[in-house]
């Protein structure tokens, strides 16, 4: 599959990477690509190209950008860029204020999420909540002592889900699908969780796991 990238940070690279590993055709972007020559020329195989380039090159589409520059970044790939493809939303709506005792501060409330406002702003794309919950260093192949962690999932669209599933069975995750897109409503607090260890012990190796 054609995968697009929509981002050039370490999240971005990671899943860039790891989608090329997997033997899937890759591109990453940003506003300034010539900034990611010399990683691209470290990535053989690997393209790079605006927002807008990318995301008409991808058949499925990955936003890895701030969440603050979330919005942004969709619009500068284009609406007809987004029409009808599967959006892998990797967002947090994380403020741009240092953490309050390690608990990160949202934008959002309980009673919306990023990924819905990005839905509503392009209601013919099919956005799929994955990713925001786990560090960049363990979205590829996580190795734990436990096995394999759970990646909570949401969205409306079934097929879109699906693919996604795909995607994280081939990179070593168990999928946990939490329903429609209000469901981001409860997972991207999760990133809030996730950092809590990180900011007040140095400890980032770890992920979620859901036991029924």
């Known amino acids: 599959m054609n995968i697009g ?5 370490s999240v971005a690279k990671t899943l ?16 300034s690509p010539e900034k990611l020559s010399a990683w691209v020329a470290e990535h053989d195989g690997i393209g790079a190209g605006t927002f807008a380039e990318v ?3 991808g058949e499925a589409l990955v936003l890895a950008v701030k969440g603050t520059a979330a919005e942004a970044a969709l619009d500068l790939a284009g609406t007809d860029h987004l029409r009808g493809k599967l959006v892998m939303d990797a967002t947090n709506p994380i403020e741009a204020a240092p953490p309050d005792n390690g608990v990160l501060r ?5 009673d919306d999420s990023l ?7 392009h209601p013919e794309a099919h956005f799929v909540k994955v990713f925001s919950s786990v560090g960049q260093h363990l979205m590829v192949n996580p190795q734990l002592a436990r096995g394999p962690p759970t990646m909570f999932i949401c969205g409306n669209d079934d097929d879109a ?3 996604v599933r795909d995607l994280l069975t081939a990179f070593g995750w168990d999928t946990a699908d939490m329903g429609g897109v209000e469901a981001a409503r409860a997972i991207e607090p999760l990133c809030m969780l996730w950092c809590i260890p990180g900011f007040r012990e140095n400890q980032w190796r770890h992920a979620f796991k859901l036991l029924t």
């Open 5 to 9: 990238i929509i981002g050039s940070g």
């Open 16 to 31: 860039a990477a790891g989608f090329h590993a997997e033997g899937h055709t890759v591109q990453i972007s940003s506003r």
């Open 55 to 57: 995301a008409a090159f």
């Open 106 to 110: 949202f934008f959002t409330t309980l």
């Open 115 to 121: 990924m819905e406002r990005l839905q509503r702003a």
């Open 161 to 163: 889900k699906a693919t």
